[in-house]
């Protein structure tokens, strides 16, 4: 082969070579920052880009991955998460715990993310140490504790505003872990000892006493009941006796009646029923005695008041 076959070869590779430096493809969701003579020339957008090789080349930026900085000329535009180490706050009430952050953002303008920031990633690791000592310090130790969403919402709003000159949006902030120191840790967890004790014991408490008032209402109904049944048994055996009574005073009043119609209109039915009455006790006195003794009435007028009226009945018949 001449001379003109190796020149003509080597223009060739020449060209190959600057045509694929020229032509820059760029993924989605990605963008380069191109600077033509150390000047902002242009922000690639996702697909061919045409540059000038030699005159033109892209920014570099500082990115972190696997937890280390390094220098990137290709941008990230997607939501990228920062997990930052462990740090110490101090809250109000003086009490020293470890809190690490997560940290969720996005570049939404490269030009700004590479020209007014030198170690984005950097800046906003201090930026979130900063705002969370600053926050954490207003708070005691138990709002610290139960209230996340809270400080979330505080970081985020802080961060986002600070980091909108940066181009970079803030989308969520999460506390991850709050570790207290062990002497802390130690008084809380008797503290929860001693609150379950309590509410065990109020409970306990709670339960005695419902126990007696069901206890007391139920001697009390049945007390009520036992005096209503009593109550009840009076009553019914006080109308029995007064319509036993009555049936009684009914049937001595028909055998009245009928005495006196037996008799008739001459003789006293009332002489005749004492006459009777006492005829009566006299045999049960003579059955029940065994000493054959004789019996009297106490006023003779009277006993002879009685034989007058036996005479009378007798003679009558």
């Given at each position: 082969?001449?001379?003109?076959?190796y020149?003509?070869?080597?223009?060739?590779?020449l060209?190959a070579?600057?045509?694929?430096?020229?032509?820059?493809?760029?993924?989605?969701?990605?963008?380069?920052?191109?600077?033509?003579?150390?000047?902002?020339?242009?922000?690639?957008?996702?697909g061919?880009?045409?540059?000038?090789p030699?005159?033109?080349?892209?920014?570099?930026?500082?990115?972190?991955?696997?937890?280390?900085?390094?220098?990137?000329?290709?941008?990230?535009?997607?939501?990228q998460?920062?997990?930052?180490?462990?740090?110490?706050?101090?809250?109000?009430?003086n009490?020293?715990?470890?809190?690490?952050?997560?940290?969720?953002?996005?570049?939404?303008?490269?030009?700004?993310?590479?020209?007014?920031?030198?170690?984005?990633?950097?800046?906003?690791?201090?930026?979130?140490?900063?705002?969370?000592?600053?926050?954490?310090?207003?708070?005691?130790?138990?709002?610290?504790?139960?209230?996340?969403?809270t400080?979330?919402?505080?970081?985020?709003?802080?961060?986002?505003?600070?980091?909108?000159?940066?181009?970079?949006?803030v989308?969520?902030?999460?506390?991850?872990?709050?570790?207290?120191?062990?002497?802390?840790?130690?008084a809380?967890?008797?503290?929860?000892?001693?609150?379950?004790?309590?509410?065990?014991?109020?409970?306990?408490?709670?339960?005695?006493?419902?126990?007696?008032?069901?206890?007391?209402?139920?001697?009390?109904?049945?007390?009520?009941?036992?005096?209503?049944?009593?109550?009840?048994?009076?009553?019914?055996?006080?109308?029995?006796?007064?319509?036993?009574?009555?049936?009684?005073?009914?049937?001595?009043?028909?055998?009245?009646?009928?005495?006196?119609?037996?008799?008739?209109?001459?003789?006293n039915?009332?002489?005749?029923?004492?006459a009777?009455?006492?005829?009566?006790?006299m045999?049960?006195?003579?059955?029940?005695?065994?000493?054959?003794t004789?019996?009297?009435?106490?006023e003779?007028t009277?006993?002879?008041?009685?034989?007058?009226?036996?005479?009378?009945?007798?003679?009558?018949k």
């Amino acid at each position: 082969m001449d001379i003109m076959s190796y020149v003509l070869i080597a223009i060739i590779v020449l060209v190959a070579i600057f045509v694929k430096m020229a032509l820059v493809i760029i993924p989605q969701s990605e963008t380069k920052i191109i600077e033509r003579l150390g000047r902002y020339y242009a922000t690639l957008k996702p697909g061919i880009n045409i540059i000038i090789p030699f005159i033109d080349r892209a920014k570099a930026i500082v990115t972190m991955q696997h937890g280390r900085y390094v220098y990137t000329n290709t941008i990230d535009l997607r939501e990228q998460v920062f997990d930052f180490a462990r740090q110490n706050v101090i809250t109000k009430d003086n009490i020293q715990m470890e809190i690490n952050a997560l940290l969720y953002f996005q570049i939404m303008d490269p030009f700004k993310a590479v020209y007014e920031i030198n170690n984005l990633p950097n800046a906003i690791e201090k930026l979130t140490q900063t705002t969370l000592r600053n926050i954490i310090g207003e708070l005691e130790l138990d709002q610290t504790l139960t209230s996340r969403d809270t400080i979330n919402t505080k970081l985020r709003a802080v961060l986002d505003e600070a980091t909108d000159k940066w181009g970079v949006k803030v989308n969520r902030v999460e506390l991850q872990d709050i570790i207290p120191p062990s002497s802390v840790l130690q008084a809380m967890e008797k503290q929860m000892q001693a609150e379950r004790n309590k509410r065990a014991t109020i409970l306990t408490s709670e339960g005695q006493k419902q126990a007696a008032i069901l206890q007391s209402e139920g001697e009390k109904t049945s007390t009520i009941n036992r005096a209503e049944a009593a109550k009840q048994q009076e009553i019914l055996h006080a109308e029995g006796e007064a319509q036993a009574r009555i049936r009684k005073a009914e049937a001595e009043a028909i055998a009245i009646e009928k005495i006196t119609e037996a008799v008739g209109k001459s003789t006293n039915p009332a002489n005749y029923l004492l006459a009777q009455k006492y005829i009566q006790m006299m045999e049960q006195l003579a059955a029940n005695d065994q000493t054959k003794t004789v019996y009297l009435p106490f006023e003779a007028t009277n006993m002879l008041g009685s034989i007058a009226g036996i005479k009378e009945l007798f003679n009558e018949k």
